[in-house]
């Protein structure tokens, strides 16, 4: 039987070393750092879920109140992120994406077509036969994401 891990909440970076990253890669990037931006990356750090720009906005907007971080600033922030690598998405198809931090142990995901949860999983078996594919075709992986879809368990009995 397959070791499925279902807790992926563990961080593989620590904050501070997060926020230093983040910037470079604005200063990179020839962009201001701003606390509205440092909220966005913390937000995302503490979370332990999957988060579409709009739900990100309105925990900020809740927590934050005062910061008046625009909807717009989340957007490019989280383009921004993705595009170093240090948040990841998934795609909803015209629900747009949900976004999770990059620095958390590799892991998988089913997510439920009728109610949208997510399961994060790893399988080492899968993991060690998609090397041995990539080996086999002589293809170097670099990275890898798998996403498969269909109906949760819950959704199942409704």
Known sequence: MANITTNFNDRTIEYEQLLSDFKQLLKTNSLK??????????????????????????LIQKKFPELKTGIATVYRTLALLEDSAMVTSLSFGAQGKKYELGAKNHHDHMICTECGDIIEFVDEQIEDRQHKIAEALGFRMSDHSMQIYGVCKNCQHR
Not at 33 to 58: A, G, M
């Open 33 to 58: 750092f701003t606390i509205q931006r440092e909220v966005i990356l913390e937000t995302l750090y503490n979370s332990d879920e999957h988060l579409t720009p709009e739900s990100l906005h309105h």
